[in-house]
């Protein structure tokens, strides 16, 4: 407001401001309204000082107190006081405002907010406390007993309370613009409503046929209402004004007490006390209340959006009522338009039969024990599409530990559970391809020989018997030569389905490497081992004589019977040995190592 000024006019322009500002109050006070020991009801000045104190800057506080001081102490002369008393007055209520101001600061260091329940109650304890010991200095220095220092007390006390929210509130309201901002609707609406709650102050204190000192209570109520804390800092400040002027007069039910003028001023500052302390706290209650009002708003908006993006609902049943209640993704999830009636039983009943069951056994084990809950399942929607949905929650408590409600979230995750089955499809088929022999598709050597360990674990561990053939095509070269490759390709194709072929189930071939295969005989003793390996040997021999389109070919085998070897290599090491004898011993024939 005054940034513009150099320090020694700005502190003359506050200076002035407050001289002038508080001669004139002061002067209207004491002559309008008086109490016992010649104590204005309430003292406007006091509260008038403390906002300018609370809006200027602190290099002008002190011309602003000499300001004080002359206003004061020539306004209680003109009144009527002594010079000693004036004096003494005058110290009073400029120890008032320099301990309430202090107060203040030391519980806000920046601007004081009136929008803030704590706020308002620091305010509120400061003032009464600086009120408290300008009474006691009052009463110590005019030599007064406990009823001046009472009556003392309750006036500034009032003239702070009531004076200085709406001036602090205005000026700020100036200074930031909001008033420049505010709509016409808005100013129009705060005119008409603080004007309606003069009429009713003057209307209920102009007369005393009529007790309805309570209408201008529900006028501040409705300003605070509708306009906030000024609007309750206001309205209090007109209700003062009409209601201590008219009372001063003889007008109105107070001044129509049938008792003494103290008496009548004491009941007058106790009814302003009162409506001060129910006004300006819930003026600033409702400015919190509708704060948290718009970020519950904004708050729901933000989770129906997440909830949205997400794919995720919220539900809660009353166990009590058996009610259920679905946010509006929930709806979307089950394939229903938000709002659509369901029940308990109906969210349950729509999970596929084989999930049903196994929902409420989880939902009622959670109810019996309090727990968290967690499960998936499947839903059928009404237009008979499958969706899978996973929904975990807690249950709420009530009092003695009895279950009142169950909250959940409900989330689709259809696409999930559907790029898992895509993703553990292709991981079992790149298993497949990694343990598959791509030309004749049998398991290949790495798959075959990690069989052959769990077999040889079995047999360790439970003395079953295990034997192992090792064969490989006769004069495979010579038929590569003469006929080409592929004819070679197709040759070990051909031996290696009629060697499945004549395997027990069980039993596994697999390639190894070149013509070269291996057959892995669970649970075979010797002589069962020997009646396998040599089905596949003729086998082999039938199906080449059988087929004109490939040339002949036969198979030697080495079979080797498991006798406590430590590891594959060697097993397979004893079964390569009786392969090579087999050959030497002129092919197409089984051997039997040592």
Not at 352 to 362: A, G, I, L, P, S
Not at 522 to 534: D, F, G, N, T
Request: net charge neutral.
């Amino acid at each position: 407001m005054t940034r513009s000024l150099s320090p020694g006019v700005e502190a003359a322009f506050w200076s002035l401001l407050t001289a002038l500002g508080y001669f004139l109050l002061a002067s209207l006070s004491l002559y309008a309204t008086r109490g016992a020991d010649n104590i204005a009801a309430v003292w406007p000045p006091s509260g008038y000082f403390l906002a300018l104190l609370l809006l200027m800057p602190g290099r002008a506080q002190a011309a602003s107190f000499v300001g004080m001081g002359v206003a004061s102490f020539g306004a209680n002369l003109l009144g009527g006081t002594p010079p000693l008393a004036s004096a003494a007055f005058t110290l009073a209520n400029a120890s008032e405002a320099y301990v309430a101001l202090w107060l203040v600061r030391r519980r806000h260091a920046g601007d004081l907010s009136f929008m803030v329940p704590r706020s308002v109650g620091d305010f509120c304890i400061a003032t009464l406390s600086a009120s408290a010991l300008s009474a006691s200095i009052a009463t110590a220095l005019a030599g007064t007993g406990i009823d001046f220092f009472f009556s003392w007390l309750t006036t500034v006390a009032l003239g702070m309370l009531i004076v200085t929210p709406p001036i602090v509130m205005l000026a700020r309201m100036i200074g930031t613009k909001a008033l420049d901002n505010a709509s016409s609707r808005m100013k129009t609406e705060a005119i008409l409503i603080l004007t309606a709650a003069a009429a009713v102050t003057a209307t209920a204190f102009s007369q005393s046929h009529f007790p309805v000192t309570f209408l201008p209570c529900i006028a501040v109520v409705a300003a605070a209402y509708r306009l906030g804390p000024f609007g309750a800092a206001t309205g209090m400040l007109i209700v003062t004004i009409i209601a201590s002027l008219l009372t001063g007069q003889g007008h109105g039910p107070i001044a129509a007490i049938d008792d003494s003028q103290k008496v009548r001023v004491l009941f007058l500052q106790f009814y302003l006390l009162a409506l001060l302390f129910t006004t300006l706290p819930l003026a600033a209650l409702l400015v919190v209340q509708r704060k948290l009002a718009r970020r519950l708003e904004q708050s729901n908006r933000w989770l129906v959006q997440a909830e949205a993006a997400a794919l995720v609902g919220h539900w809660r049943v009353d166990l009590v009522n058996w009610t259920i209640k679905w946010s509006d993704q929930t709806y979307r999830v089950h394939g229903l338009e938000p709002g659509t009636p369901v029940d308990v039983d109906y969210s349950v009943e729509q999970y596929v039969e084989e999930d049903m069951e196994e929902v409420r056994k989880v939902l009622a084990e959670a109810v019996r024990t309090g727990q968290a809950f967690e499960y998936q399942g499947r839903i059928r929607r009404l237009d008979g599409e499958i969706r899978h949905v996973k929904s975990h929650g807690s249950i709420e408590m009530g009092r003695g530990g009895k279950a009142i409600g169950i909250f959940g979230t409900v989330q689709d995750v259809t696409e999930t559970v559907e790029n898992a089955r895509i993703l553990e499809a292709a991981r079992s088929a790149a298993e497949r391809v990694a343990n598959t022999d791509m030309l004749t598709g049998l398991p290949n050597r790495r798959a075959t020989l990690a069989f052959l360990e769990k077999a040889l674990a079995g047999a360790r561990d439970n003395g079953a018997p295990l034997a192992v053939a090792i064969f490989d095509i006769d004069h495979f070269k010579r038929i590569n030569d003469t006929h080409g490759h592929a004819v070679g390709d197709d040759v070990i194709r051909r031996v290696a389905q009629r060697a499945k072929a004549a395997l027990r189930d069980g039993d596994l071939v697999g390639r190894i490497g070149g013509e070269e295969f291996v057959c892995i005989l669970q649970r075979s003793s010797a002589q069962a081992a020997e009646i396998v390996a040599e089905r596949v040997r003729k086998a082999v021999e039938t199906g080449t004589a059988e087929e004109a389109t490939l040339p002949d070919a036969t198979i030697s085998i080495g079979l080797a019977l498991y006798d406590g070897e430590p590891d594959a290599e060697e097993l397979l090491h004893r079964a390569d040995q009786a392969l090579y004898a087999a050959k030497r011993d002129g092919r197409n024939r089984l051997r039997m190592a040592a």
